[in-house]
C-alpha cells in the first residue's frame, strides 16, 4: 500500500451499531468515505477484525448494513473499510459526501 487514499474523507457524524463476536455496541463516526469510515468506539478490536456496521444513512428509508474490515486505530476508535456495498448504499454514501 502506497498510503494515498483512494476516497476523500468527509467529516460526518452518524450513530452506528457495530456488530463484532456476536456483541452489539454503539458507536459513532468521525468521517466517512465511499472507501470506509473512522468509527469512535472503546471496543477491543484489532488489525483485520471483521465486522459489520448498521448505520442510517439520512437518504434513504432503511438502515444500511455494512460490512468492513479494521484498518488502523488510533486512541478513540479505528479506521474500518467496507467490503462489497450494494448500489444502494453506494448511492446512499454519495448522497451523504455531496453535503
Do not use: C
Not at 498510503?3 to 463476536?21: A, C, D, I, Q, S
Not at 465511499?34 to 477491543?44: F, Q, W
Not at 468492513?68 to 448504499?89: C, P
Amino acid at each position: 500500500m502506497n498510503g494515498k487514499r483512494v476516497h476523500e474523507r468527509f467529516e460526518h457524524t452518524l450513530p452506528v451499531v457495530l456488530t463484532h463476536g456476536g456483541q452489539e455496541l454503539t458507536a459513532e463516526t468521525r468521517n466517512v468515505s465511499l472507501g470506509g469510515m473512522y468509527i469512535v468506539t472503546p471496543a477491543l478490536l484489532t488489525f483485520g477484525d471483521a465486522i459489520v456496521v448498521r448505520v442510517r444513512l439520512p437518504s434513504l428509508k432503511a438502515d444500511s448494513v455494512l460490512e468492513a474490515t479494521v484498518r488502523w486505530k488510533e486512541k478513540d476508535g479505528y479506521g474500518v473499510q467496507f467490503g462489497s456495498l450494494h448500489a444502494l448504499d453506494v448511492w446512499g454514501l454519495n448522497q451523504l459526501l455531496k453535503k
